[in-house]
């Protein structure tokens, strides 16, 4: 595995094959954000869109916290940390914070979510940015902004109605209160729970099952389940789906994937 140069002090990048594995790494403030750990974070996304050799991306945490949101100590005592390079991205792209949190302009490719431990705030707000999503029997998560007297900004009032039962998420935003993984897995918040340590393990299990399709069809199926909202009349969803299916359909993956049937194979999709 292979650390990429667009790493950060907090936001460790790396090249597993056709997978990007993003590692939030500031355990001792419990993962809580940095202007570093937003830089890398926002770097991986727009890798990951540009480079065609990456089917998919991983999400996960160094330490016992995958991450505990905004770092309200900085913010309560004033603090505004940054980096230069940072604030020079500031100028050129304003919602770089909310592209490296997944509310703006989520990559078009899976993300795959591995949390171990507290994934309050800021960290459940991330969650609802992926596509599939693993807890530790451990985890706890929670969108607790109200509890402290704030809104949840990344998107948690608008998304979270759309992904759970809307009484489940009314219930989560406006109570402040942690939920525990079976929680989460009965609300349908995560898909899986696996033993503490071993969701990075069963991240890349479903990074692999990803990685052996097709990836034309991969991207565009991630970008009808993203694009394709509920508030879209069935018909006009349709015609979009279409849309995207067409150029799927006449590719020469295609053809490769239904020969490799019919031939009793495994497919060797190029992605063209």
Same mark, same amino acid.
């Given at each position: 595995?292979?650390?990429?140069?667009?790493?950060?002090?907090?936001?460790?990048?790396?090249?597993?094959?056709?997978?990007?594995?993003?590692?939030?790494?500031?355990?001792?403030?419990?993962?809580?954000?940095?202007?570093?750990?937003?830089?890398?974070?926002?770097?991986?996304?727009?890798?990951?869109?540009?480079?065609?050799?990456?089917?998919?991306?991983?999400?996960?945490?160094?330490?016992?916290?995958?991450?505990?949101?905004?770092?309200?100590?900085?913010?309560?005592?004033?603090?505004?940390?940054?980096?230069?390079?940072?604030?020079?991205?500031?100028?050129?792209?304003?919602?770089?914070?909310?592209?490296?949190?997944?509310? #703006?302009?989520?990559?078009?490719?899976?993300?795959? =979510? *591995?949390?171990?431990?507290? $994934?309050? %705030?800021?960290?459940? !707000?991330?969650?609802?940015?992926?596509?599939?999503?693993?807890?530790?029997?451990?985890?706890?998560?929670?969108?607790?902004?109200?509890?402290?007297?704030?809104?949840?900004?990344?998107?948690?009032?608008?998304?979270?109605?759309?992904?759970?039962?809307?009484?489940?998420?009314?219930?989560?935003?406006?109570?402040?209160?942690?939920?525990?993984?079976?929680?989460?897995?009965?609300?349908?918040?995560?898909?899986?729970?696996?033993?503490?340590?071993?969701?990075?393990?069963?991240?890349?299990?479903?990074?692999?099952?990803?990685?052996?399709?097709?990836?034309?069809?991969?991207?565009?199926?991630?970008?009808?389940?993203?694009?394709?909202?509920?508030?879209?009349?069935? #018909?006009?969803?349709?015609?979009?789906?279409?849309? =995207? *299916?067409?150029?799927?359909? $006449?590719? %020469?993956?295609?053809? !490769?994937?239904?020969?490799?049937?019919?031939?009793?194979?495994?497919?060797?999709?190029?992605?063209?």
């Amino acid at each position: 595995m292979a650390e990429l140069d667009i790493s950060t002090k907090n936001c460790i990048v790396e090249q597993e094959g056709n997978v990007l594995i993003v590692t939030l790494n500031r355990p001792e403030a419990k993962n809580a954000f940095s202007p570093e750990m937003l830089l890398g974070m926002y770097k991986a996304w727009r890798r990951l869109d540009e480079d065609d050799s990456l089917m998919c991306a991983i999400l996960t945490a160094n330490g016992d916290t995958f991450c505990a949101g905004m770092d309200l100590k900085a913010g309560a005592d004033g603090e505004h940390r940054s980096t230069d390079e940072f604030m020079e991205l500031m100028g050129t792209v304003p919602n770089i914070h909310w592209q490296a949190l997944l509310r #703006d302009n989520r990559p078009n490719k899976p993300l795959i =979510l *591995a949390v171990e431990g507290y $994934a309050l %705030a800021g960290g459940t !707000e991330i969650l609802q940015g992926t596509d599939i999503r693993i807890g530790a029997e451990n985890s706890i998560f929670g969108v607790t902004e109200v509890a402290r007297g704030l809104y949840p900004m990344s998107g948690s009032t608008i998304r979270l109605r759309r992904q759970i039962p809307y009484c489940l998420a009314a219930e989560i935003l406006l109570c402040g209160e942690h939920i525990t993984a079976q929680q989460a897995l009965d609300f349908g918040l995560i898909n899986k729970i696996v033993p503490a340590g071993k969701t990075l393990e069963a991240a890349r299990e479903y990074a692999a099952k990803i990685c052996a399709n097709g990836p034309l069809a991969v991207r565009a199926v991630t970008r009808s389940l993203r694009e394709h909202q509920e508030c879209m009349s069935e #018909d006009a969803a349709m015609l979009a789906s279409d849309e =995207l *299916a067409n150029p799927v359909f $006449a590719s %020469a993956d295609a053809k !490769e994937g239904m020969r490799a049937f019919k031939e009793k194979r495994k497919a060797n999709f190029t992605g063209q």
